[in-house]
């Protein structure tokens, strides 16, 4: 191609900066329902629409005739947003440089009360004992370690069915213990 075709040719796929910044600001008005569906405050979806207008005009060199002004604009959007939040994300990991103080009292010993954990045992066991039994096989069963499912196929029951009645035979059991 002749380089004096290249440049009428490169004149056909340029447009005015006039011309771009009407067709960015009349398109702005799509953007704003999607900068508030995604940030979900109406000041901060104000900021993301401005901040997408903003660099869509610094960045107009990177516009190509001819492509969807409103995909450009939506992806300049979301890419923003994206960002945004990663850079928030980052900024609220909490970083703890405190000295560990808490360490040095860490060779006292402590001894176990005996008698009040056994009696605390057998509460529980008393407990679990007084639950019906359409409860306490499903408990007693995940309480040695078997899942959900498992329990569920050796008892032929629906999963629903075992996870309701466990968490059942839960709230029976806290109930009674904490009446005693």
């Known amino acids: 191609m002749s380089s004096c075709l290249y440049l009428n040719y490169q004149k056909l796929n340029k447009m005015s900066t006039i011309e771009f910044n009407e067709m960015v600001v009349n398109n702005s008005d799509y953007l704003k329902p999607f900068a508030f569906t995604l940030t979900r405050d109406n000041e901060t979806a104000k900021d993301l629409l401005q901040e997408t207008l903003y660099r869509a005009i610094a960045n107009r060199d990177k516009y190509h005739v001819g492509t969807n002004i409103k995909a450009w604009l939506y992806t300049i959007m979301r890419n923003i947003f994206i960002n945004?939040?990663?850079?928030?994300a980052?900024?609220?990991t909490i970083f703890d440089a405190t000295p560990n103080d808490f360490l040095i009292n860490y060779q006292q010993v402590t001894t176990d009360n005996g008698a009040e954990s056994g009696i605390m045992l057998k509460e529980i066991q008393q407990a679990i004992?007084?639950?019906?039994?359409?409860f306490k096989k499903p408990f007693m069963l995940y309480f040695e370690?078997?899942?959900?499912h498992e329990i569920s196929d050796m008892l032929a029951e629906p999963l629903g069915t075992i996870k309701s009645r466990i968490h059942f035979a839960r709230k029976l059991l806290k109930e009674q213990i904490q009446r005693n």
Request: aromatic residues 16%; positive net charge; hydrophobic residues 15%.
């Open 84 to 88: 945004n939040y990663r850079r928030k």
């Open 90 to 92: 980052k900024q609220n």
């Open 129 to 134: 004992h007084l639950l019906p039994e359409i």
């Open 145 to 148: 370690g078997y899942k959900y």
